[in-house]
């Protein structure tokens, strides 16, 4: 089927899905050029709920993902996977760090939260 140039062409290919418990799995994906975005309805024949089994399916070649860049970075450092639509861009999405409202705020609780947001904070 070929590398796809265009998000469109993604309607062509084997597209694997993140499966949620609470809500459908992702249809449609939404990419953006610039401020021009591009929506498009992918199909799978594999839908799966956990990360790391996504991956295994992408490297055993069962299909395309769409997944966080931390989480695929060395996978696409090492070649095993290749980006394809590289001149365009996912959304990103929100990430929460949640903890008990009663929970204490320990020097090792603030030294986590501070890691995070230095990791992964906002943009």
């Known amino acids: ?3 796809p ?18 809500r459908p799995a992702d249809r449609e994906w939404v990419f953006f050029q610039g401020t ?5 309805r992918v199909a799978s024949r594999l839908l799966i709920n956990e990360s790391r089994a996504l991956m ?3 490297l055993d070649g069962f299909g395309i993902v769409l997944g966080p860049q931390d989480f695929l970075r060395t996978a696409l450092a090492s070649g ?10 996912a959304p990103s999405r929100s990430m ?3 903890y008990t409202a ?10 986590f939260v501070e890691t995070v947001l ?3 904070g906002p943009v």
């Open 1 to 3: 089927r070929g590398t």
């Open 5 to 22: 140039q265009k998000p469109a062409d993604l309607e062509r290919h084997e597209c694997l899905g993140y499966a949620f418990s609470a």
């Open 36 to 40: 021009v975005s591009y929506k498009v």
């Open 56 to 58: 295994s399916a992408a």
């Open 80 to 89: 095993e996977l290749v980006r394809v639509l590289p001149e365009f861009e």
């Open 96 to 98: 929460h760090l949640v």
């Open 102 to 111: 009663n929970r204490q705020r320990t020097a090792k609780l603030r030294c």
């Open 118 to 120: 230095g990791r992964f």
